[in-house]
């Protein structure tokens, strides 16, 4: 996966690229419907798939975060962010680009970036092989020491 950052005044970006052995449409499905992102972010759901519609967050023992969508693209807002997914055809295989905008005042900066590197992870290994990644599994505690070290930032828990 390619990953890119930047960061200034008024936020920080996270770009992340990734190939996935699939066409577009089926990834759409993955990216845009409550049955399709549930098999990888177990924790969304889309309410009125359209411009305004809403996304929830779903947590545990908390009121669930509603989001507005964006676009006509898979975009919506994240908390006080943003993210936003694209999809380009290539020979055999779709490009899925992924592209967040969180404001400095976000406090999770790093833990948030290293999920959605999870998780577009865990959508490449649902779309080939019908499998969502473990987060069990997963090593986010490298992860955010890494991005901390690129970005800079207090990882804040």
Sequence with gaps: METQYSKGDQGVYQTLKINIDADKETIFNYLSTTKGIKQWFPQLSFEMREVNGKVYFHLEEQDDLEMKIKN???????DIGTVKFELNSKVQQTELT???YLPPEF?????DF???QF???SIKSIVETGEPLDSKKYDFDSKNEDLEAQLKLENKK
Excluded at 72 to 78: A, D, N, R
Excluded at 107 to 111: R, S
């Design 72 to 78: 006509k693209m898979i975009g919506f807002t994240w």
């Design 98 to 100: 992924f592209v967040e």
């Design 107 to 111: 406090p999770h900066i790093v833990l």
């Design 114 to 116: 290293a999920g959605w």
């Design 119 to 121: 998780h577009m992870e």
